[in-house]
């Protein structure tokens, strides 16, 4: 539930766009718009995809110039986002204030492990930020990070991962580092040992998606996500087949000309519930992602995870469900280990899967995506049966 000031500004970026966004007056046309927001229908992804560019822009803002930004498209449909001065530039400075709340110091050496194309501006370079290709190879990104010595390694983690596997493995650590921003995919607590034994410096995650930025961002030593900017509302939602994880909504009220309000980004979310302001300490997988039962209910990739984060021999595992239901669990371990992990795996699984649930379990390496991939070490290809 909202609290009474979110509640306030929704309601008046609701009534608005319901006004003069054609995609919201066809999305709400039999809503009330002047009731409870969060009685809304929600926005998702199929439905922004599917309307045209100019059915998400203000009536009244037509004149304005937006920028595109293509998502990588993790779910296999990318989808292209138009943003106005306004909010790039809210989203510029909630990513440099959740940089400097997290060690970075104006002046530092800055690389960042990206896919996207940035232009080459001379406050950039100024500024000491450097842009890394992640279609390089392993080596060469290795090879320039110790040529630029920086003091700041921003990168998606599978990136992160391989570059610490040849720092571990060939190198020394890099001597001017101080922080490392993992991003685009889950850190686990493993993971996150991972680099930091590799890289010897605190690690922050931030969590961000095209359509908003930044979104939240958990500080090194922290167990809980900070929301990157006051702009931006939550909503969680309850899940009737997983209470341990939450359906996450966000509203942006800084983007006016293209409004993306009530969004289901079809993340989960965990909080903590011990605390009074339930702070979001992991962000627990994808909805297309959650297994898919023969009676029609979902397990979120959460519960996965949970029952296979404690087998300390286990380095790595995959799991994924076929479009026939059944599924292929992939474990990494010492060879000497692998007939009792696979019991160990069994044992753990069988309960979040049930007895009438086929799984198989095999032995091996567990294959990284490309370069600028996400790895989802958990997914499903039987969504569409579900």
């Not at 039999?30 to 229908?41: G, H, S, T, V, Y």
């Not at 990494?332 to 692998?338: G, L, N, Q």
Request: glycine share 6%; net charge positive.
């Amino acid at each position: 539930m909202l609290d009474a000031a979110s509640d306030r500004r929704l309601r008046r970026a609701v009534a608005e766009a319901g006004r003069h966004v054609a995609l919201y007056r066809e999305l709400w046309r039999d809503a009330n718009l002047a009731a409870d927001p969060e009685r809304l229908p929600l926005l998702d992804k199929a439905r922004l995809r599917a309307a045209a560019p100019d059915e998400r822009v203000h009536d009244g803002r037509r004149h304005r110039r937006l920028t595109p930004e293509r998502s990588s498209g993790a779910s296999g449909e990318p989808l292209t986002i138009q943003s106005d001065r306004r909010a790039r530039r809210a989203r510029r400075l909630a990513f440099l204030r959740a940089l400097v709340r997290c060690g970075y110091r104006p002046g530092h050496c800055l690389l960042l492990l990206t896919n996207r194309k940035r232009r080459r501006a001379l406050g950039a370079a100024l500024a000491r930020w450097h842009d890394a290709g992640l279609g390089e190879d392993t080596a060469a990104l290795v090879k320039r990070a110790a040529k630029l010595k920086p003091q700041v390694l921003y990168g998606p983690l599978s990136t992160l991962e391989l570059v610490a596997g040849q720092l571990l493995e060939h190198l020394p650590r890099l001597p001017t580092l101080r922080l490392v921003v993992s991003t685009a995919e889950q850190l686990t607590a493993e993971r996150q040992r991972t680099l930091e034994r590799a890289f010897g410096v605190p690690i922050a995650d931030f969590y961000g998606m095209t359509e908003f930025g930044l979104v939240a961002y958990r500080p090194p030593g922290s167990d809980a996500y900070v929301p990157a900017r006051s702009s931006l509302i939550f909503e969680f939602l309850a899940l009737p087949h997983d209470r341990a994880v939450e359906q996450l909504v966000i509203s942006d009220l800084a983007e006016r000309t293209s409004p993306l309000l009530r969004y289901d980004t079809g993340d989960f979310v965990r909080r903590d519930a011990t605390r009074i302001d339930r702070p979001m300490v992991e962000f627990a997988g994808r909805a297309f992602d959650c297994i898919v039962l023969p009676n029609g209910e979902r397990i979120s990739p959460y519960r996965i995870d949970a029952a296979l984060e404690d087998l300390p021999e286990l380095r790595a595992f995959e799991v994924v469900q076929q479009a026939d239901l059944s599924i292929d669990v992939t474990i990494d371990v010492a060879p000497r280990e692998a007939e009792r992990m696979r019991r160990s795996v069994a044992a753990q699984l069988t309960p979040v899967f049930g007895h009438a649930m086929p799984f198989r379990i095999a032995a091996g390496a567990i294959r990284r995506p490309p370069a600028g991939t996400k790895f989802r070490p958990i997914r499903s290809l039987a969504a569409a049966r579900a």
